[in-house]
């Protein structure tokens, strides 16, 4: 059986450029807006613009944070994957960081979210030899990705503000070797 065109096996994981911002912006709000309905402020998803998350983006690019896209034949970005040096305050330059894994929520489970996750580790090894992430602690369907890929709570927990909301977040760590 043939895929149809756009479909998650026929995305292409490349690195993403400044040209991209706009379509990781897009898939960024799209993934926010149905992943946290529930865990944040219906009216902070509400109020997420393409359009400023575009201008954050850009700058993201260009200021040297890797990232990888989920390109489909047609040209649109479907997800992506940011990895860099851990911004954690007890961490050394060994380690690195996942910031962000998003999809377009109708790609979710398709596999895609799965490639972009070997793509940034992939990357991270190269620099790092253990790298981190910050993962609501109320979002299970991603805690239970990151722990099919061999991520593992390490016993660090932070509050955030999210509009009116105040969340927890747990770090999970896992080492590149």
């Known amino acids: 059986m043939e895929n149809a065109p756009g479909t998650p096996t026929q995305h292409v994981i490349r690195v993403a450029t400044a040209a991209d911002a706009?379509?990781?912006?897009?898939?960024?709000?799209?993934?926010?807006?149905?992943?946290?309905?529930?865990?944040?402020?219906?009216?902070?998803?509400?109020?997420?613009?393409?359009?400023?998350?575009?201008?954050?983006?850009?700058?993201?690019?260009?200021?040297?944070?890797?990232?990888?896209?989920?390109?489909?034949?047609?040209?649109?970005?479907?997800?992506?994957?940011?990895?860099?040096?851990?911004?954690?305050?007890?961490?050394?330059?060994?380690?690195?960081?996942?910031?962000?894994?998003?999809?377009?929520?109708?790609?979710w489970s398709q596999g895609v979210g799965g490639r972009l996750h070997a793509a940034g580790v992939a990357g991270m090894k190269t620099r790092f030899t253990e790298a981190t992430l910050w993962v609501l602690d109320g979002n299970a369907r991603s805690r239970a990705f990151y722990e099919r890929q061999d991520w593992q709570p390490d016993g660090a927990v932070k509050r955030e503000a999210f509009g009116d909301a105040e969340v927890v977040e747990v770090r999970y760590r896992r080492p590149l070797g």
Do not use: C, K, M, N
């Open 22 to 107: 706009a379509g990781i912006a897009g898939a960024h709000v799209a993934s926010w807006q149905a992943a946290y309905r529930g865990l944040l402020p219906q009216a902070l998803l509400d109020s997420l613009s393409v359009e400023r998350r575009t201008a954050g983006w850009r700058r993201e690019l260009e200021g040297g944070t890797s990232v990888h896209v989920a390109v489909d034949p047609s040209g649109q970005i479907g997800g992506f994957v940011a990895t860099g040096p851990s911004r954690d305050d007890d961490a050394g330059p060994a380690v690195g960081e996942l910031i962000a894994v998003y999809l377009r929520p109708q790609l």
